[in-house]
């Protein structure tokens, strides 16, 4: 450090401490109250306020992280650790205290705070990354909305660290700030996201970072014969679009290319299957998928991965109109299949069908699409992971790992022969909806269909967004996918970094 961390002006600094307290280990022991160790909370995650003495800022913070006071978090958890798992454990106790220290500095008015010294039980990146997510919250249809009050963190650290950390934090303020934008579309109400007010959103922010930017229309969709998508759009009184982004690197041409496709329907009523549940409302965050896509293009864009990245967000409103497509119809995909609708609320793998087949232009090394496609997936895996499902080994172990290292989990879920065996109809070659037993695994195998390249597809239902302010962040759009999908480009990278496309 260039100067003593009690040195550093702020209106506060935060210190973390472990438990059992040792009087002796805690950080500016001889700058607290002789009977400060007394005073703490001993409980995991718990925060201290405290009078500073010989300390710049006037107050100190005191936050008990749970664990020995001189080692990682992990130690002394009973039971073998993995690699994985400490890892994990450490993003979650750093965002914990991040979201805890937002939380507590606004409570307070505090305007700069001061971490000192970084813990190595800490993760810098992940520890602002939690401020910035803690602090946002989409207030652009409120007059009033009073933002976090704290605006400045310094993280006091050793000299031969710094560019490392400063690196690290310049990364995860960009990557926050694509999330922001992923939670911003996700909460758009349709009367105003509608696909043309998103595509010159989207435009605006392309054309700041560098991105390029292509939207078929209506009719040049229904030109191409992509007659599931184009039925599903038919109903809302505002055209659909479908709207893709590339980030073209020095030299794209000679590199691999990655495609992301986010499913973008701007409010789902279901259809002429209506939807009965008094969270109707909700289903405007059944974009999320899109969302997360865009928000994930504009940061791969500024971060300058070295991969030629497309991101592809077809963009519609499922409702109920005379010319909206129905029950019992048969249409005929880009490909040439036909589906018999068996249900008008099973809209998303219509949606993405004919899009995972029109991809193809691009001759893609991998394709991930990412949806709040089929409530299965939670019901199967609640909270922490999203479903993910794959014909490929390297695809499921860079997503797996991309969600390991971001905290946006993944668990590998079968597409078994009896899932596809569900699929064909008497009318058609597929159905659209099948059987609520392994209901994402049936939605996964129609999927597969359209597919003749290395793909995976992330069933992301229930993690778009949140109707209740949770520890990390307020309610509204979660921005889930939006950094598994930036790791997964920066890992790609890094894995592909010698290769040349086949095609």
């Not at 990354?129 to 650290?157: K, W, Y």
């Not at 930017?213 to 505002?238: C, H, N």
């Not at 973008?264 to 549940?277: C, E, I, R």
């Amino acid at each position: 450090m260039a100067r003593p961390a009690e040195k550093v002006k702020g209106d506060v600094i935060l210190a973390t401490y472990g438990l059992p307290v040792r009087k002796d280990r805690l950080p500016f022991k001889d700058l607290l109250r002789p009977d400060a160790s007394r005073l703490l909370v001993k409980e995991v995650d718990a925060m201290t306020w405290l009078e500073g003495h010989g300390t710049v800022a006037p107050r100190v913070i005191m936050a008990c992280l749970g664990t020995s006071a001189d080692g990682d978090p992990q130690d002394g958890w009973c039971g073998d650790i993995t690699v994985s798992e400490r890892v994990q454990r450490r993003l979650a106790t750093s965002r914990r205290l991040g979201a805890a220290a937002e939380h507590a500095s606004h409570a307070q008015g505090v305007r700069h705070l001061v971490l000192a010294p970084l813990p190595e039980a800490i993760d810098p990146a992940a520890f602002v990354d939690a401020i910035l997510a803690r602090s946002h919250a989409n207030t652009e249809f409120q007059r009033d909305a009073e933002p976090s009050t704290l605006q400045r963190v310094t993280l006091c650290v050793d000299r031969s660290e710094l560019a490392r950390v400063r690196a690290e934090v310049k990364a995860a303020v960009i990557v926050a700030e694509a999330s922001f934008v992923a939670r911003s579309i996700a909460d758009l109400p349709a009367n105003i996201g509608y696909p043309g007010e998103i595509v010159r959103r989207v435009r605006e922010l392309a054309s700041e970072v560098g991105l390029h930017v292509d939207v078929q229309s209506p009719a040049q969709i229904k030109k191409l014969g992509m007659g599931l998508l184009a039925a599903v759009m038919r109903g809302a009184e505002r055209p659909g679009a479908l709207l893709t982004l590339e980030h073209r690197p020095t030299g794209y041409a000679e590199l691999p290319t990655l495609v992301l496709l986010g499913k973008g329907v701007v409010h789902d009523t279901g259809g002429y299957n209506l939807k009965t549940t008094h969270l109707m409302h909700a289903f405007t965050d059944d974009k999320a998928g899109a969302a997360a896509v865009i928000g994930a293009m504009q940061a791969i864009a500024r971060l300058g991965v070295p991969l030629h990245v497309v991101g592809v967000a077809p963009l519609v409103e499922n409702v109920v109109d005379a010319t909206a497509y129905k029950p019992g119809d048969v249409l005929s995909a880009m490909d040439g299949s036909t589906v018999f609708v068996e249900s008008t609320d099973a809209e998303g793998r219509l949606v993405l069908a004919d899009c995972l087949t029109w991809i193809s232009r691009f001759s893609p090394k991998l394709v991930v699409d990412i949806a709040t496609l089929t409530a299965a997936s939670w019901t199967a895996l609640g909270p922490a992971f999203a479903a993910l499902f794959t014909n490929d080994t390297e695809a499921r172990d860079l997503l797996v790992a991309a969600g390991m290292a971001t905290g946006d989990l993944v668990w590998p879920m079968p597409i078994h022969p009896c899932h596809a065996a569900e699929l064909p109809h008497r009318l058609a070659e597929l159905r659209n909806a099948g059987p609520a037993e392994g209901g994402a695994s049936v939605a996964a195998a129609f999927l597969r269909h359209f597919v003749d390249y290395p793909w995976a597809h992330v069933d992301m239902a229930g993690h778009g967004s949140s109707q209740v302010d949770g520890e990390l962040q307020a309610a509204g759009g979660s921005g889930y996918g939006t950094r598994l999908l930036i790791a997964l480009a920066q890992q790609a990278a890094q894995r592909w970094a010698n290769e040349r496309p086949t095609s």
